[in-house]
């Protein structure tokens, strides 16, 4: 529904977004990552036509942003929420949804229908008759999602969708997201890596304005030099050398602070059946033991220094 070729934007002789190739179908949820400034923003502009590309194609369900004509109905399909979440600040939050309810040509007979739903969606009923000025920062990013997913689009683009949002704010619209994700297709640009693995199936990382990964939050993750390792919490000082003994264990790192001890495998290996055994058989004294899948914020700093490190160089 989304194929994205050689997408490039330049500012000036600033090139932001260089050469983006992409394709999205229906179901996807797409996690989209990359430091400040790497060019997540103003793709997904170019995306809903807020912005224009300089080259490239973009063609969201068989339709082209650069055949005359096309943009309005691109738009039709998509509900984005912008960095920010803008919105009217002296409107009620009815009156700015139902402005956006007539914007997006939702039928008289059905838009108080379409509000309520949003509303109970988002959780927004007890501040409906509140001026967006007033709200909080989390009611804010509420209201910008309402209007993102007013009129059931087919195309979900959030920028930061639960910035803002309490733990349990986050949790319910993580939930939402997955609600909405079956029939449509999603994309998130956000900071919070723990979202990458709640609800994406899909991670494109971009830096310098290009490509640098792209395939499953598990492969991600994979990259990790964390993946498949081993984290355990001593009760006191104990004797740790005997891990580095244990078959398979490569190396180990103690946090005397903490006093957590992660054991590394040697690539491709497993070893918490071999570590549990090792704690077992010589009592070590261990409050508690975990595998680890991967760290993503690792493997996210891995891959965006390394571009940086090369344009030093």
């Known amino acids: ?11 000036g002789g600033n090139t932001v977004v260089n050469n983006l190739s992409f394709e999205l179908a229906q179901g996807d949820v797409l996690a989209f990552l990359g430091p400040n400034g790497a060019g997540k923003s103003t793709t997904m502009k170019m995306l809903t036509g807020f912005l224009p590309a300089s080259s490239g194609v973009m063609t969201i369900n068989g339709l ?29 939050v009815y009156q700015f949804l139902d402005f956006i309810a007539q914007a997006r040509k939702i039928p008289k007979k059905i838009r108080k229908q379409a509000i309520n739903k949003v509303c109970e969606q988002v959780e927004l009923k007890s ?10 920062k989390g009611f804010t990013r509420r209201v910008g999602l ?7 689009p087919k195309i979900l683009i959030l920028d930061e969708p639960t910035d803002g949002l ?9 939930q939402l997201i997955a609600n909405l994700a079956k029939d449509k297709i999603v994309i998130i640009s956000t900071h919070i890596l723990e979202e990458v693995t709640a609800v994406c199936n899909r991670v494109i990382i971009i830096a310098n304005g ?13 990259q990790s030099a964390y ?13 740790i050398s005997g891990l580095l003994e244990v078959e398979g264990v490569a190396d180990l790192k103690h946090d005397k602070a ?5 054991i590394f495998p040697e690539p491709g290996v497993s070893i918490i059946e071999n570590v549990s055994a090792h704690i077992q058989r010589t009592q070590m004294p261990v409050d508690m033991i975990f595998p680890e899948k991967g760290r993503l914020d690792e493997v996210f700093r891995s891959i965006t220094k390394s571009e940086q490190k090369k344009e030093v160089e």
């Open 127 to 136: 501040v409906l008759n509140k001026k967006v000025e007033t709200l909080s």
């Open 64 to 92: 082209d942003y650069n055949e005359p004509g096309q943009g309005i109905k691109i738009k039709q399909m998509i509900g984005y929420l912008p960095e920010g979440a803008p919105a009217y600040a002296d409107m009620t």
């Open 1 to 11: 529904m989304i194929s994205v070729s050689n997408l490039c934007k330049q500012f």
């Open 146 to 152: 309402a209007q993102a997913i007013i009129h059931d």
């Open 210 to 222: 290009e490509k640098r990964f792209d395939d499953t939050p598990q492969t991600l993750q994979q």
């Open 166 to 174: 309490d733990p349990n704010q986050k949790h319910q619209v993580r």
């Open 258 to 262: 903490s006093s957590r001890v992660t």
């Open 227 to 239: 993946h498949n390792a081993v984290t355990i919490k001593l009760s006191y000082l104990a004797d």
